[in-house]
């Protein structure tokens, strides 16, 4: 056979049936029988064929692909990864396949991202916005019918599906539990403050504070980029304060990771001269020295929510939209200094 693309008719003839035969296994057509079926996945094997399902996606008659977009705003944090991981578990599942994209916090590369998956055209969005995306920016896909899922940050003003962490339950019970270990001057270190996600973790350190008897100073609160070189950073300043904190509740476990290596720079322990609590609970955080006590929000369980949200909505045919709010859990390990490790208590 003459070298160049392997077409339909030269399986058909390598195998000894029809095109049409060809066609309905590249279709997945129970018409099939299973011995016609294995000869001609055999063939097209040897012959080197590849499906162009981009192609076949065209001639849907509402122009969709079998193609879902998860558009991400940091995929440097490995929550992010562990997200898509468990989107991906969902879709592959379900005959998708995923289009992923890290926007680096840019809005204008996210808004390009998203319009390259659009002329695609995906079947739905899963999003982690970049910083200062408004409803504006997801009103195009709602108004073409495309559901999306907006996972992470939520964006006030959408009509979009949501799935969030209860941040601040989260950091209620960081701060409730750093408390009853004896710590009196607790700092929150590292995030964006102008995001809806570092507003609500605030809100939860402060009210666990409040009810903790004990003093909120603005100058323990201390922002950063949400990274290791953000938590790096953000010990730093909190170490430099004249009446300086004896632990600290972490944006997450990236920042957490970062203050633990600007301690060690210090010649401080985690764990035994400082606190640290983190917040995610990524694969890193149960491996870490010492394992990182942190607020698990199981970020591959929430990417597997996210997804079958929005297979839902896709099989439904319209997306109406949902708000999901995932409960948290304390893990204590040894980062915060508690003699019971390994353990876990359920939020409410």
């Known amino acids: 056979m003459a070298k160049g693309r392997v077409t339909v008719v030269d399986i058909a003839k390598a195998a000894g049936v029809s095109k049409s035969t060809v066609s309905l296994v590249l279709q997945g057509s129970p018409l099939v029988n299973e011995g016609t079926r294995a000869k001609v996945t055999a063939t097209m094997r040897d012959l080197g064929y590849v499906y162009n399902r981009g192609a076949a996606s065209l001639r849907q008659a509402n122009g969709r692909s079998k193609i879902i977009g998860i558009v991400v705003n940091d995929l440097t944090n490995s929550f992010f990864a562990e997200l898509a991981v468990g989107v991906d578990m969902v ?36 999003v982690s ?152 609970d990524v694969i890193e955080a149960k491996t870490a020295v010492p394992a990182l006590t942190t607020i698990s929000v199981d970020p591959q369980g929430m990417g597997r929510r996210a997804a079958q949200l929005l297979l839902k909505q896709i099989n439904a045919g319209k997306a109406d939209a949902e708000s999901i709010v995932n409960s948290v859990r304390l893990v204590i390990r040894e980062s915060c200094g508690a003699k019971q490790k390994q353990s876990e208590r359920k939020l409410a």
Not at 99 to 105: C, Y
Not at 143 to 172: E, H, L, Q
């Open 91 to 126: 879709v592959q599942s379900a005959g998708f396949v995923q289009f992923l994209s890290n926007t680096g916090e840019s809005i204008d590369r996210q808004r390009e991202v998203i319009a390259s998956m659009r002329e695609h055209g995906i079947s739905g969005l899963i």
């Open 129 to 280: 916005p970049a910083r200062a995306t408004e409803a504006a920016d997801l009103k195009p896909l709602v108004a073409a019918g495309i559901p999306v899922v907006v996972a992470v940050r939520n964006v006030p003003g959408t009509k979009v599906s949501s799935i969030v962490s209860d941040n601040r339950a989260g950091t209620y019970a960081a701060v409730e539990h750093l408390a009853s270990l004896g710590h009196r001057r607790v700092a929150f270190l590292g995030g964006f403050p102008d995001t809806a996600v570092f507003d609500e973790r605030l809100d939860g350190y402060r009210e666990a504070l409040s009810a903790a008897g004990l003093e909120s100073p603005p100058e323990l609160v201390i922002s950063s980029a949400p990274s290791r070189a953000g938590g790096v950073d953000a010990i730093g300043r909190a170490l430099s304060i004249p009446d300086r904190p004896t632990a600290a509740v972490c944006f997450n476990d990236a920042v957490a990771f970062g203050v633990c290596d600007g301690l060690r720079a210090r010649r401080m322990e985690p764990g035994r001269d400082f606190a640290v609590v983190g917040f995610d």
